[in-house]
């Protein structure tokens, strides 16, 4: 009986200790990451960007495709207006330029009179994954140049913004940080979509993503315990539903990738997406948030950098996700929510 009482107790004890750590998710070291890695020139000859303005025409838009270089700038130089603010946008692993997330998430932008600049990584992160981690800073840098170039043709930094999802989240850190480096300016804004966790989560903070890079810097968390990142390391940092914590590795995939989707609804519907600001990262991750009194930020291109923290953002299972007002309300079993259909609350006959 003894030795059964300090099962159950050693037990509890460990399951506390879990259940209040937090998440350390997918390969959260890799081999390399502090060795150096770098591009050849061959290879570098090869990088490009598909460059976009909006225009009247019925697709809204006119394309360019050129090459991710000092010269390729010339080619950026000539179809957009450097004068107007431009986004440059970085997917993630194994996307490309031409997949239908990617050219979704640019419409909206091309509505809003927005050029768009986007990286084609596709060719040189089509490799194993923890290859393609050591490739983002190398990239970044060759992207910060490209950049810096397109300042002295006019580009004002403050007319960048930059939107980077999971690896691309950390291919546009290490870009920033090569421009503020050459320019000594940062860009206007860095946002990140779930910014990728495996490879990344034990590196200093000055190496991955996080609020240095820009004037301005926001995350989407969106799967924490597994191929996104715990930290809350931007200015203003949102947990959705406490950073979606789930197992299985299918729904840890649709779960890292719905941080996509939730930032093309917020940036169609820009006070839609409420969220409440959290004590801590403890606290979002359970959506314990919710006290006398609660302050709120908006999730998209109205976020509030004035009110900087982490934030709780509670949606719903189904499109368009966006709980409104509602999310200021407290649900009955947190970030749970979904026991309420698979466990009512009321008497129960089998």
Request: glycine share 8%; proline share 6%; net charge positive.
């Amino acid at each position: 009986m003894f030795v059964m009482y300090g099962i159950i107790a050693i037990v509890t004890v460990v399951c506390a200790v879990i259940l209040n750590a937090e998440p350390d998710g997918y390969m959260s070291d890799c081999p390399g990451m502090y060795h150096n890695t770098s591009i050849s020139e061959e290879t570098r000859r090869t990088l490009t960007v598909q460059v976009m303005r909006p225009t009247r025409s019925w697709l809204g838009r006119s394309d360019r495709t050129c090459s991710l270089s000092l010269e390729g700038a010339a080619c950026v130089e000539d179809h957009i207006d450097l004068k107007t603010d431009t986004l440059i946008m970085i997917s993630g692993y194994l996307d490309a330029s031409f997949s239908p997330v990617v050219q979704t998430m640019v419409g909206p932008y091309i509505e809003r009179g927005i050029n768009v600049i986007v990286v084609e990584i596709f060719p040189v992160l089509v490799r194993t994954y923890p290859i393609a981690a050591r490739l983002t800073r190398p990239f970044g840098i060759i992207l910060g140049e490209f950049m810096a170039e397109l300042t002295r043709r006019g580009l004002h930094p403050h007319r960048i913004q930059m939107l980077g999802g999971s690896l691309g989240a950390h291919i546009a850190y290490y870009a920033a940080t090569k421009y503020h480096q050459l320019t000594s300016y940062k860009p206007a804004r860095l946002t990140g979509l779930d910014p990728a966790g495996p490879c990344f989560r034990h590196l200093p903070r000055s190496q991955r993503f996080n609020s240095d890079g820009a004037l301005q810097v926001d995350a989407l968390h969106t799967n924490i315990d597994g191929f996104g990142i715990a930290d809350a390391s931007a200015h203003v940092d949102f947990y959705a539903n406490g950073g979606l914590n789930k197992n299985l590795v299918m729904v840890v995939y649709c779960h890292h990738l719905r941080a996509a989707f939730y930032w093309y609804v917020a940036t169609t519907n820009p006070t839609k997406f409420l969220a409440v600001q959290c004590a801590s990262l403890h606290d979002a991750r359970y959506g314990n948030c919710y006290g006398k009194q609660i302050t709120t930020n908006v999730l998209g291109p109205r976020t509030n950098f004035t009110s900087p923290g982490i934030y709780y953002l509670p949606t719903s299972d189904n499109p368009p996700y966006y709980l409104g007002e509602k999310g200021l309300r407290k649900r009955k079993y947190g970030v749970n929510n979904y026991l309420l259909r698979t466990a009512p609350d009321k008497d129960l006959i089998i």
